[in-house]
Every structure is written in C-alpha cells, then in structure tokens.
C-alpha cells in the first residue's frame, strides 16, 4: 500500500465544493475541478457517504415503534409454536391409526383359519359392519381435521 493514500491533502476549493453538494447542485466549474484533483475527489466520497449515513438514519426513524416489533415478534413466536405443537399431534394420530391398521392386518392373517370356520352369514355381518363403519369413521376423522 503506498504511504501516499494515507496522507490527508487539503484544496482551497473544498469549501466551494462542500457548500455545492449541501445544495444538491455542481457548477460546471467546481466539477470540472473536482475531476482533476484528487483531494477533492476524496470530499466528494467522503461527503457522499456521510449523506448516505444520514439518510439510512432518517429512514431508520419510519420504522413501527419499537413496542409493535416486539409483540410482533412475541406473535410470530407463539404461532411457530403452536404450529410445532399441532404438527406432533398430528404425528402422534398418524402414528395410531398406522399401528391400528398393522394391529388388524395381524389379527387378521392369524385368526385367518378360524374365519373359515364362522359361518358365512355371520362373516358377512361383519364385513358389512366394518364397511359402513369406514365412511362414518373417515368422515370422523376429517370433521376433528377440519377443527382446526
Ligand atoms: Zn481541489
């Protein structure tokens, strides 16, 4: 790095220049100077970062007060884990009605050979009992859904 660039130079121009950008207007003159003079080239980038800070501040004035973020924060918090709370729950039913279903295809294919033995019409009861009683338990199932 060359010691040059951390030498402060000074321009009797930088003034003019200054008091030029403050009213938002350069005269041809002054940027034509600042064109070939690296020190006031320096103002220039200088001043526009200072401005650039202060318009970041004064937006960061409109923000919502700082009360509201914060209950907003609390809300969005709450609804997560709430969210994370159902979604076990939901896991946890899943989990059951899975484990139902292996239950009964397991009693089913061991108590196989002894369905044989039940006579037909009572084995049709059944079946006829377990059909209607899907649709009632599936509509059951989507009505406590549907609650939440
Ligand atoms: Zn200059």
């Known amino acids: 790095m060359k010691t040059e660039a951390n030498i402060l130079h000074s321009c009797e121009w930088e003034p003019a220049l200054v008091s030029a950008l403050q009213r938002g ?22 001043w526009g970062y200072l401005h650039d800070v202060e318009q970041d501040a ?16 609390q809300l969005a918090e709450r ?20 484990l139902a279903a292996i239950l009964a295809v397991t009693l089913l294919a061991l108590y196989a050979q002894t369905f044989t033995q039940i006579p037909a019409l009572l084995l049709e009861g059944i079946a006829a009992c377990f059909l209607f009683s899907l649709p009632v338990a599936g509509l059951l199932y989507f009505w406590a859904r549907s609650e939440r």
């Not at 207007?25 to 200088?46: K, W």
Request: charged fraction near 15%.
């Open 25 to 46: 207007h350069l005269p041809e003159e002054v940027s034509r100077h600042v064109a070939s003079c690296p020190a006031c080239t320096d103002t220039a980038i200088v």
């Open 79 to 98: 609804r997560k884990l709430a969210s994370r709370s159902v979604a076990s729950i939901q896991i946890v039913q899943n989990a059951a009605i899975a």
């Open 58 to 73: 004064a937006d960061a004035d409109q923000l919502p007060a700082p009360g509201l973020i914060w209950w907003r924060a």
